[in-house]
Nanobody, 118 residues
């Protein structure tokens, strides 16, 4: 069955960096676009970034553009999110999601918590 397992969350100081990872299994990873979606405290779901199946095209929410980098390793069935210059407002549960757009989101990981605090 399809599984998406995130890791790499934790507590970081403002201005710090974290790298989130998502291990995919149960499907042909290289054939699917992937996304990162987050949900902050008392907030709704927010799309963060997306990457196409081959890894050659990506996009970012304005709130993270220039600070976050999405990437993937299709040989390892891995999706990544490098988060730099973290801000308090980046604190959230981050989800790895299969699909390019919300109407394509059909599998979600369990999420990994990112906290940003001094």
């Amino acid at each position: 069955q399809v599984q998406l397992v995130e890791s790499g969350g934790g507590l970081v100081q403002p201005g710090g960096s974290l790298r989130l990872s998502c291990k995919a299994s149960g499907f042909s990873f290289s054939g699917y676009a992937m996304s990162w979606v987050r949900q902050g405290p008392r907030k709704g779901l927010e799309w963060v970034s997306q990457i196409n199946a081959g890894g050659g095209s990506s996009d970012y929410a304005d709130s993270v553009k220039g600070r976050f980098i999405i990437s993937r390793d299709n040989a390892k069935n891995m999706l990544y999110l490098q988060m730099n210059s973290l801000k308090h407002e980046d604190a959230a549960v981050y989800y790895c999601v299969r699909g390019w757009a919300p109407d394509e989101y059909n599998y979600w990981g369990q999420g990994t918590q990112v906290a940003v605090s001094a």
